[in-house]
Each structure stands twice: as structure tokens, then as C-alpha cells.
């Protein structure tokens, strides 16, 4: 037994050391140094103050974008993806499911930075808007709008949000929808009352995924939304790689990670309330 | 409905076919198609920056993947037998990992290396035995390998540990009543059967690192990944160009997306 021990610890010990020193100490210094101070020419200088968070302030239209547009590009994305969810795990015959669900998934493995510029090209003046323009819609300005940027969003991290909910209608049994058709519910009610509650835990699961990871978006915003529309991942690199403000940008990090984990937080709650739902539904 | 998801597979393919249809513009704008030429190819191809970029991704990505496989299927083998707090620990720092966002990897693998070298460089000048001068550490592939290892490893451990949950363990302890070393076993009943975890974790691995811009927008240091690469040529405007390395990147992430694919597929069947 001591001798599988020891060789347990040396499987685990490059993984467990790779993980401590690339990813928990270089968090560590993130919070340390947003209770320092800015050294003259850009850095930082130890101190402790609390200085930098009272200025977040100063970055309030990056937070409010994000907090704004995060939220909606979520919504976006799961009015989108539920239907196409629904569809893949009910409606779709059984012989092309695993291809249409390989298709929404290669996407988000993509270069996302690719599949940005290619709205560059579309919404750009020579796309979308001269084809509007000839059909005689005018010439409206999509680019470097927050539309632009929900668009981007939505096209993203649409693959995200379906899988889940995927997974959620597909484990859904297919037993209770009869009963509830036999005993003369209508379809909608049988929707409402039977597959949307049976789901929740697949959307909750991929909204959660999709606003964590646009409250941290950058290059999004940076590409579609030509520097007007501006979230926090936008402000953590002009602090870190133009102003070299290391303090001030790492505590704007350590706020986001936050309402990160509040988020998280909520999530769980909500989940947990959902799963003691279904052991209801299970015992009945 | 079926009208609705064709819709949808629509917006999805549609931006992705135009980029490739216009690297095989003939003319420069983007607004009308003047006939089929691959002239953007070999202009990017001949691009030496380009090259230098995808030589550098290339092997930032070749690296950590083979790293992140290595330390990955070990620790998840490692983690099949260890309970109580050690495992906890464990699962959270692959939790954390994955769900940090790139850019707060970024941001703190910058800053905590930077403040490293800028601490170490002055000790390793002052011992250097040489009369040459230390060598100056710096960001770089090594960050760059570093960082991308980092979420890669957290990938293969969860793909090869759900491969793992899979795994008929009657068959290890079969072969261990038989009087198979511990190594053999491993040998020939454990790795045939995660095999395909493994190589799917390597692809993934490889995938996430040639196509991360934003982690190495932070640590690449004086390297430029491809990435990185198109990011500051796009800021400068919109060629034909650019779109012939775009479909490249996207033909190379969707061929081993396809192939991971297929290997997890077959794998699913056999086992």
C-alpha cells in the first residue's frame, strides 16, 4: 500500500504543481496587488490600500456595458437556443442527431477571433448594409454598434447554450409527455407545465456558462463594437498592456471575478432548488 | 421547426462560408466576387510574419498539448484512487481552472511572471558564473506553453476521467488476479480502453492552443502567435489576406475536430 501511495503522489505531482504555481499564485498576486500602488512609471509598488477599489468607479461605463449587454446577449442566446435544443432532442430523427449536434458544437471550437472578423465583413459597410441599401432599406450603420456586438455574442456562444439544454430535453422521459397528451392536455400545457420545467436545469446550466464567460469577453466588443462599445475585459487590457495601471486593472480583475462568483452562487442555489423539484416529480 | 434549425445551421455556416468563399477572390474588395484565384494564399503564405506566427503557434501548441496529455492522463489515473481531501482539492483546482476566464489567466500569468523575472534577473546576473552575461528571462514560449498547458491539462483530465467512468474496472482487477504487474496491466488492459480519451484530450489540447488569442494577447511576450498575428493585421484593415489565413485556421481546427470526433465515436462503440 505504501508503495502505491508514493506512486499516486509522483501521477499527481507535475498536474498539482503546474496548477499552483501557473494558475493559484498568479491569482494570489492578482489580489495582492490590487491593495498596491502604482509605481511611477506604470507597475507596481507594495502598499496596502484600498484605494484602487474606491476608483472602480472610474470604470463604471465598462461595467455597466457588460452588465447590460452580458444579461441580453444571455437572453439572446437562449431564446435562440431553445427551440434548436428542443428540436435535436424531440424532433430530430434519431439517424441525424448525432451529425446535427456535431455541427453546433465544431463552431465554438473554432478560432472565435475568425468567426468575429467574419462579422467585420458582414455587417460592414460593403456587406448587410449594401444589400439593405440596394433593396432600398437605406444605408443603416450595423458595425461598431451594440448590436454588432450581440450579434457577435450570440454567435459565439450559441454552441454553449445548446448543449446543455440539449442534454436536459434529451434525458427528459419521453413517458410523462404521453401522460400528459392521455390525460388531454394540449401540447402547449404539456410544453409548459411538463418539458419547460423538466429543462430548467440545462438552461440555468447554460446561461450560467455563457454569462460567465461574456462578463470576461474581450475581443467581441474590441472587433465589432470599434471601441464605442466597451466591456470590462476591453478596460483590463488598455490598464494592463497601454496605461500599465497593475493596481487599478487588478482590482477591476478581482471585482469581476466577484460578481463572477456571486453568479456561481446564484446559480447553485437555483439549481439545487430545481433538483429538489424533480425528486418530486420523480416520486409521484 | 425543421425550418426554424435550418435557420439557425444557417447563421451558424454562413459567416464561416464567406470568409473562405472570399480567400478565393480574385479581386480586393470585399463587396463583390471578381472570379476564383489563390493568389491570397500564396501571398500569405509568402508573408514572413505570417510564417514566423504559425511556426510559433505551431509549436506553443504542439508543446502544451503533449505536456497537458502527459500530466493529465497521469494525474487522472492518479485521482481514480485517491478519495478524501486530496481529491477535493483536486477537483476544485480543475474547476477553477476552467471557469477563470482567459483573460484573468492572462492577466495574472502576466504580472506574476513579469514581477518574477524582474526579481530574478538581477540574482541570476549577480551568480552567473560565465563572463557571456545571464540570460535574461522573459515572456515568451515558455509563458506562452506555460498558460496554454494550464486550461489544457484541466481538459484532458476531465475528458480521459469521463473516459475512465466508462471503463469496465472488473477487467484491471481480472488482470491483476492473473498475476499482471501493475505496469502491464496498465500496459495492455488500461491504456487500450482510455486510448481514445487520451488522443481526444491531445486534439482538444491542441485546438484550444492554436486558436487562443486572448491568454497569449497577454504572455507571448516578443513571440507572436497567429492569433495575435491577425488580430493587429485586422486593426489595420480588412484584406483578402487575412481572410486566406482565417480559412486556414479554420480548416486546420476543423480537421482535428473531426478527427477527435471520430476517435471518441469509435472508441464508444468498441468499448
Known amino acids: 500500500m505504501q508503495r502505491q501511495d508514493l506512486r499516486t503522489w509522483l501521477l499527481l505531482v507535475p498536474a498539482g504543481a503546474w496548477f499552483l504555481c501557473m494558475l493559484i499564485l498568479p491569482l494570489i498576486v492578482v489580489f495582492v496587488f490590487a491593495f498596491g500602488e502604482r509605481g511611477a512609471a506604470g507597475g507596481y509598488v507594495p502598499a496596502f490600500t484600498f484605494e484602487n477599489f474606491a476608483n472602480l468607479g472610474a470604470r463604471w461605463t465598462a461595467f455597466k456595458n457588460t452588465l447590460i449587454l452580458a444579461p441580453l446577449g444571455t437572453l439572446a442566446c437562449l431564446l435562440i437556443a431553445y427551440p434548436l435544443a428542443y428540436f ?3 424532433r430530430a430523427s434519431a439517424r441525424w442527431r448525432t451529425l446535427l449536434l456535431i455541427l453546433v458544437i465544431v463552431p465554438f471550437w473554432t478560432s472565435i477571433l475568425i468567426r468575429s472578423y467574419a462579422w467585420i465583413y458582414l455587417l460592414g459597410g460593403q456587406g448587410i448594409p449594401s444589400l439593405l441599401n440596394a ?23 450559441l454552441p454553449l447554450m445548446v448543449f446543455p439544454i440539449y442534454v436536459a430535453l434529451e434525458r427528459l422521459d419521453k413517458r410523462l409527455l404521453e401522460a400528459s397528451s392521455d390525460l388531454g392536455s394540449p401540447p402547449w400545457r404539456s410544453f409548459l407545465q411538463v418539458t419547460l420545467p423538466l429543462s430548467m436545469p440545462g438552461v440555468a446550466t447554460g446561461s450560467m456558462l455563457v454569462f460567465i464567460l461574456l462578463m470576461g469577453e474581450f475581443l467581441i466588443p474590441a472587433m465589432l463594437g470599434g471601441g464605442k462599445v466597451f466591456f470590462i475585459g476591453n478596460a483590463l487590457v488598455d490598464l494592463f498592456l497601454q496605461s500599465r495601471n497593475w493596481p487599478f486593472g487588478a482590482a477591476v480583475a478581482v471585482a469581476l471575478v466577484v460578481v463572477m462568483l456571486v453568479t456561481v452562487a446564484a446559480y447553485l442555489r437555483f439549481t439545487r432548488r430545481w433538483a429538489g423539484g424533480r425528486d418530486d416529480v420523480s416520486l409521484m | 421547426m425543421r425550418i426554424y434549425a435550418f435557420a439557425v445551421y444557417l447563421f451558424l455556416y454562413i459567416p464561416i462560408g464567406v470568409i473562405a468563399l472570399f480567400s478565393f477572390n480574385a479581386g480586393r474588395h470585399a463587396s463583390q466576387f471578381q472570379g476564383f484565384s489563390v493568389q491570397w494564399y500564396g501571398k500569405a503564405l509568402s508573408n514572413p510574419f505570417v510564417v514566423d506566427a504559425f511556426k510559433t503557434s505551431l509549436t506553443v501548441a504542439l508543446s502544451s498539448a503533449v505536456l497537458a496529455t502527459l500530466f493529465g492522463t497521469t494525474a487522472a489515473m492518479a485521482l481514480q484512487s485517491v478519495k478524501g481531501r486530496l481529491r477535493i482539492a483536486f477537483d476544485a483546482l480543475i474547476y477553477i481552472a476552467v471557469m477563470v476566464p482567459g483573460i484573468v489567466i492572462g492577466i495574472a500569468t502576466l504580472i506574476a511572471l513579469v514581477t518574477l523575472f524582474d526579481w530574478l534577473n538581477p540574482v541570476l546576473a549577480a551568480v552567473w558564473p560565465l563572463a557571456d552575461g545571464a540570460p535574461k528571462l522573459s515572456l515568451g514560449y515558455g509563458s506562452l506553453i506555460a498558460a496554454h498547458g494550464l486550461f489544457s491539462m484541466a481538459l484532458v483530465i476531465i475528458i480521459v476521467r469521463a473516459r475512465m467512468a466508462g471503463m469496465d474496472r472488473s477487467l484491471v482487477e481480472a488482470s491483476a488476479d492473473l498475476g499482471a504487474t501493475p ?15 487520451i488522443l ?13 488569442f486572448i491568454i497569449a494577447f497577454f504572455v507571448a511576450g516578443s513571440q507572436t502567435t497567429l492569433p495575435v498575428y491577425v488580430f493587429s493585421s485586422i ?8 481572410n486566406a489565413i482565417g480559412t486556414m485556421v479554420l480548416a486546420v481546427s476543423l480537421l482535428l475536430l473531426v478527427t477527435a470526433q471520430a476517435i471518441l465515436q469509435r472508441g464508444r462503440q468498441a468499448g
Open chain 2, 235 to 242: 486593426r489595420r484593415g480588412v484584406t483578402p489576406e487575412i
Open chain 1, 88 to 90: 435535436l432532442a424531440l
Open chain 2, 200 to 212: 481526444a484530450g491531445f486534439l482538444l489540447a491542441f485546438t484550444f492552443s492554436f486558436d487562443d
Open chain 1, 135 to 157: 433593396l432600398g432599406f437605406g444605408n443603416p450603420r450595423l458595425i461598431n454598434t451594440p448590436f454588432a456586438v450581440l450579434i457577435g455574442i450570440v454567435y459565439g456562444y
Open chain 2, 183 to 197: 505496469w502491464g496491466t496498465f500496459r495492455q488492459v488500461t491504456l487500450p480502453q482510455i486510448f481514445p480519451g
